[in-house]
């Protein structure tokens, strides 16, 4: 389909879908506008129809990306433990980082993406929503809001801190050493992480 025949709500969509395969062909680096319309088959000021800018379209990446995000950490069982929920969820965190590693280095960047916007808000309260619930109920602690938020909450940052640095070291491949180097990804996923996933979240939480 060419720009001649995209309808409004098509043409954005199809926007959405280039820019997100070249963030995981290319990364961060390798994006532009420009490329984005040409996969889309667009002329290059037609994205400026539907995103002021380049973090416009960027944001609107990152939206799709945390509600897959949220979909998978729904699925998690509530019949688990907290531990166990805990380090599913985690786990879940780290693997789909690492199948779509183009989209982890936008997700959370300032510059590149537009963090007031109301459609990201949402979409990142609801993919790790589950995941600071959780924290909270195995700390013993109140369950963050918007009012109180996790920043009150010290065991929970680190939580969020421990998680967001066991997938950007996975992404960037800096467990290299740890690992097989025959098959350093499965390993990972194997054998490093559950083993880092229960020392954080093991099944009786420190005092």
Known sequence: MNRE???HGQLREALIT?????LDERGIEGFSLRKAAARAG???GAPAHHFKSVNGLLTAV???SLDELAERMRAVSTDLSLAEQLRELASVYVRYSMEYPGRLQIIYRRAIVDRTDPDFTRASAEAFGRFFAS???YHGEPVPDRETGAETHPQLLLDYAT???MALTAVE???CFTVSRDD???DFLGRVLPILVEARWPEQPAA
């Not at 280039?18 to 070249?22: F, K, N, R, S, V």
């Open 163 to 165: 998680l967001q640095g």
């Open 18 to 22: 280039a820019a997100d395969e070249l």
């Open 62 to 64: 990152a939206v799709l």
């Open 135 to 137: 924290a909270a109920r």
């Open 42 to 44: 667009v002329s290059p």
């Open 5 to 7: 025949t995209y309808h």
């Open 184 to 186: 350093p990804q499965g």
């Open 173 to 175: 491949g800096n467990w």
